[in-house]
């Protein structure tokens, strides 16, 4: 629950940058996420928000007629907006724009001395295909996140010498399917240290603005501001209070993962170890073939929910419950068994806090009792190895080539 806590500017905990992209249909609804903000800041004045803000809504100022797409810019704090300024649309999907964004996040925790700067991304979202939104439907790829991720540190350490130590904490994927190897990867190698995601599509509002308060009131403690961010995500309900029936969770499964570098490269190894003995085995031997692809088939991938049959991510399973299942199978041979093992252990250090529903009602009941943990692409027929390419790709990313992840494709796919 949330407190009323009084601290003077310069010593704030948290500089929480939201950006949200409201140049689609998400716009009404994901508004609400603003004004959560300005509540959590009336309680919690450890916590300044920085907002970029692309939307259709509250227009008429500066020359901008109501109802146009326009960009709003300024930060909450103490439950007031300061700075305000509105402008012409910016392109919220264009890697320089989100890069000086970061920068100017950054600046102000600089400013406010905050103590830990997360990001909040608020758009569509598509997995390892990326986020973010373009006005033409595709999607900001994953590489180009993390990169304008990396661009504004480094924009700011040139223009703040003396802040150069400054990074980017955490980043919260307020968006569909980003709890991602991949996506980890990204943000790892852009100095992210965590990153809270759901595996699964998210219903809108989404992640709520409170997830802020989590963070600062735990300030300095990983474990602790990670399980409070999930307990606050997943007890959260939109909809009617009168009509409870009506009621409905953001996320059927939720993660904050450790993107410590040490942790990920050993992940990474490992996932690679497994995949190139996995082909090496079932290039040699059919029935290993057919026991790995019997064992994937096993999985359900992401969105679970009935009349997902056009989307892509059927082929999005979560990492952990895969490696597991391949691990007890005794078809196979001690070494791969021993190899999915490590695989399952070293995702597994990731997770920092986890959550997930045993029948999501708003997704027909579905179970996501296996969500633990990233997701990992593993199409299990050749038409679900990247259905949307070029426009939105889920095999182009650093992740997806250092791994190996294609040899265990063509194994199981």
């Avoid at 309900?237 to 009621?247: A, L, M, N, T, V």
């Avoid at 990492?319 to 691990?327: C, E, G, M, P």
């Amino acid at each position: 629950m949330l407190q009323n806590v009084s601290l003077p500017p310069s010593r704030r905990a948290l500089e929480f940058g939201i950006y949200r992209d409201g140049d689609n249909n998400l716009d009404a609804i994901q508004e609400v996420t603003l004004a959560q903000a300005r509540d959590v800041s009336a309680k919690d004045s450890r916590i300044e928000f920085t907002v970029q803000d692309t939307t259709s809504r509250h227009g008429g100022a500066d020359g901008i007629a109501r109802g146009a797409l326009h960009t709003n810019e300024y930060t909450i704090a103490d439950g007031d907006v300061h700075g305000a300024r509105i402008g012409k649309a910016h392109d919220m999907s264009d890697r320089k724009n989100l890069t000086a964004f970061v920068a100017r996040t950054l600046d102000n925790a600089e400013a406010s001395g905050a103590k830990e700067t997360w990001l909040d991304l608020v758009d569509h979202g598509g997995g390892d295909g990326g986020g973010l939104q373009t006005r033409d439907g595709a999607c900001m790829s994953m590489p180009d996140i993390a990169g304008a991720v990396a661009d504004g540190v480094a924009l700011h350490a040139k223009e703040h010498p003396e802040d150069a130590g400054r990074g980017v904490d955490g980043v919260v994927a307020n968006q569909c399917l980003m709890d991602t190897m991949g996506f980890a990867d990204a943000l790892s190698h852009a100095g992210v240290k965590y990153l809270a995601a759901s595996p699964e599509t998210m219903l809108a509002p989404g992640v709520p603005s409170t997830v802020a308060h989590d963070i600062a009131a735990h300030a300095g403690d990983a474990k602790a501001q990670a399980e409070s961010m999930v307990r606050d995500v997943m007890r959260t309900k939109y909809g009617i209070d009168d009509e409870p029936g009506d009621r409905f969770g953001p996320a059927a499964a939720f993660d904050v993962l450790d993107l410590d570098p040490a942790k990920m490269a050993r992940a990474e190894a490992a996932i690679k170890r497994f995949n190139d003995d996995a082909s090496a085995a079932a290039g040699k031997d059919p029935a290993t073939r057919d026991a790995v692809r019997d064992d994937a088939r096993s999985i359900d991938g992401m969105v679970r929910f009935p009349g997902s049959n056009g989307l892509p991510w059927h082929a999005d399973r979560p990492a952990i419950a895969l490696y597991d299942t391949i691990a007890s199978d005794a078809r196979l041979n001690q070494t791969l068994r021993d190899d999915a093992r490590a695989a399952s252990a070293s995702v597994s250090d990731l997770v920092l806090a986890h959550k997930e529903s045993r029948g999501f009602e708003p997704f027909g009941g579905s179970d996501y009792s296996d969500a633990a943990g990233p997701t990992v692409h593993v199409p299990v027929k050749r038409s679900q190895v990247d259905p949307w390419a070029p426009d939105v790709s889920e095999t182009n990313n650093e992740f997806y080539r250092s791994v190996d992840q294609a040899k265990f494709t063509r194994v199981v796919a």
